[in-house]
Each structure stands twice: as C-alpha cells, then as structure tokens.
C-alpha cells in the first residue's frame, strides 16, 4: 500500500512538473510567427520538388512542365532584360489608378447607404446586381464604351476594388453599436461630431479589412484584363509566353503574380496590426 501511494506521488509530481512545460511548449507554437512562416513554407517546398523530380525523370513533357531550371533561366532573362521591370511597372500604375479610384467610390457608397436607409434603398439593389457582374463580363460592354485603352483596365480594377470595400464600409456603420448611436442623441451632438467621432471610428477597423480584399479582387481583375486586352503589363508577358510557346515565361510570369500578390497581402495585415486596437482606444 505504502508503494502505491508512493508511486501516485511520484506520478503527480511527474505530471506537474511536465503539465507547464507542456503549456509553454504549446504556447510557443502558437503564437511563434517565425514557426507559422516555416510550416507555411513545407508544402510550396514539397511542391517545387515533386516538380524538379517529375522534371528530372520526364513524367511530363518538357513541353508542357518545364523544369524549375529552365522556369527561373527565364526569369532571370525577363529580369536582366528590363522587360520584366517594365510590364510590371505599368500593372503596378494600373493598380494604383484604379485601386484609389474604387477605394474613394467605395467610401462614399459604403457611408451613403450605411448612414441612410432611404438610400440604401435606392441604392443596395443596383449595387447588388452590379456585384453580381463578374469583371470579364463587363469588357466588351466598356470595350464599345471606352475602347481597350487604360481606361478600360481602370475602371475594371476600380470595380473589382469597390464592391468588397462598399459592403465592409456599409457594414462597419451599421453595426455601430446602439448604446453609443443613443449617447451621441442625449448629448445632443451634430452632423459633423457626430460622423467624426461615432461613425468613422466605427467604420475604420471595417475599412481596413476591407482594403485586404479590395486589393487581392484589383490584383486578380488586372491580371485577367490584361490577359484579354491588353498590349503591356504582367499578363501581356503571360499571353506573349503562350502564343510562342514558351512556358517557362508563363510560369515565370506565374510566379511574378504569385509573390506581388502576397506581398501586397503581406502589407495590408502589416497594416491591420498597427491599428487593431485603434478602434477600442478610441
């Protein structure tokens, strides 16, 4: 008997000993970004050596999957050619144009309709269809409207761009809580102090995460009208890669999409830490 109760001990202590170890442990692996970044990156690695090795043995047609060598030969070629740079550089001014263009429609909409009900009214079923409206499908409607100059890219990448920012801007006012909306009227507060400080601190956490999505729906709209009309920029290097058959530009071109759009993705969550907790400051 007396073992036993020696042995429980023995096992309680063990147990408590570990049980905080454990804790820290898991703690670490949660909130370590430095490890989230490292198991983010097993399974793009475990895909680019399947990729070298299906190369390397011919599972594919050369043809069809270039290898990773010949993929990053073209790149470094686009690079040192300054083509790259080039095509880039207007798809990034396209963006740029048409991202503010939705971004500053996106605010009036979104505060119009959140701020009035009447509005909303008017307003909400033709937003509503005009989201429904894939991109692509807007462009040969603009092309006999505007042509397949610049203006067409812009107005597409500031349409993708405003629907996501619309409804995150119209939803962060009206989810503006009640008590403050009833504090605001017992201190008889006016139209100007009362949007300055009840309606854009509520809207703004909103409109921030609403710049995440708007900037990933203008980076994708931009890449897809640019592979349908147009004669420069990122997705022109794609198309121009397919009609020779050159799929290591393709690919290449790919990547180049890939890595601008995470790092756009990567500085907008940059920006959402350094005001999350500005709403609750305020």
Sequence with gaps: MLKH?????????????????????????????????????????????????????????????????????????????????????????????????????????????????????????????????????????????????EALKIILIAKAALVPMTINVFKGVRNIPQQLTEVADVYQLGAWSKFKNLVLPGAFLSFIGGLRLSLASAWGALVAVELLASSEGIGYVMVYGRQIFQLDVVLATVIVIGLVGFVFDVLIRLLQKQFSGWNQAK
Excluded at 33 to 49: K, V
Excluded at 91 to 104: D, K, N, T
Aim: aromatic share 12%.
């Design 5 to 149: 109760i020696e042995l429980d001990a023995s096992k309680d202590s063990l147990t408590q000993a570990v049980t905080p170890a454990v804790k820290d442990w898991r703690h670490f692996l949660k909130h370590s970004s430095a490890l989230r970044w490292a198991a983010g990156l097993i399974f793009p690695l475990a895909l680019l050596y399947l990729w070298h090795i299906a190369s390397l043995h011919n599972w594919v047609n050369p043809l069809l999957l270039p290898g990773p060598d010949l993929v990053w030969t073209a790149l470094k070629d686009l690079y040192s050619s300054g083509e790259l740079w080039s095509n880039l550089r207007v798809s990034l001014s396209r963006i740029g144009y048409g991202f503010s263009a939705g971004i500053i429609l996106a605010l009036a909409l979104g505060l119009t309709m959140g701020l009035s009900r009447s509005a909303e009214a008017y307003l909400w079923p033709t937003f509503k269809v005009i989201n429904l409206v894939p991109v692509v499908g807007w462009i040969p409607l603009l092309i006999l409207l505007v042509g397949i100059d």
